[in-house]
């Protein structure tokens, strides 16, 4: 396994705080080590928030992993794990085998078709339910199609309607 970053230890900040990447990508590689699969980490920060992505090596192989619905509930599970050593919520985002890229893809779909429904006469189009991530990202696909767009219900419902600015 090659980390980008040393896993063994986490570093700690200056006041003594464990490093929340460095917790995540030791988590996510004992899990790559049980399932006997390669794969490189890389942590970044941006914005405040910690991203943790892995991507296969050479010949490796993370398709499964890299599943929406797998990506999502090791991204919770992770964030527990960081959480738990922290005792601070963590909003870690975690991208295996470009499962963002190819999410992000399928959101600007999403968006294009209730853009067209609205363009065609609907004064509203709802989404369905998402992540806050995700509907922070639809939020801006909207804004730079030139629509509005706000987040209603609650919970697992909660979700996205888009209409004309």
Known sequence: MDAMSDTTAP????????????????????????????????????????YLTVTAGEGGNLGRLSQQDVVRSLQELTRLAVQ?????????????????????????????????????????AALPPMSSYERKL???????????????GEGAERHTVISRA
């Open 138 to 152: 639809v939020h801006d696909l909207v804004a730079e199609r030139g629509f509005t767009s706000e987040s209603q």
């Open 11 to 50: 570093e700690t900040a200056a006041d003594g705080a464990v490093d929340e990447g460095d917790l995540a990508a030791d988590y996510i590689e004992e899990l790559l080590d049980i399932a006997d699969l390669d794969g490189d980490l890389e942590i970044d920060v941006r914005n405040g928030r910690t």
């Open 84 to 124: 738990n050593q922290t005792g601070e919520f963590s909003r870690l985002i975690l991208d295996i085998g470009g499962s963002r890229d190819a999410r992000q893809q399928e959101l600007a779909a999403l968006v294009d078709s209730a853009v067209a429904r609205i363009e065609a006469g609907a004064a509203k």
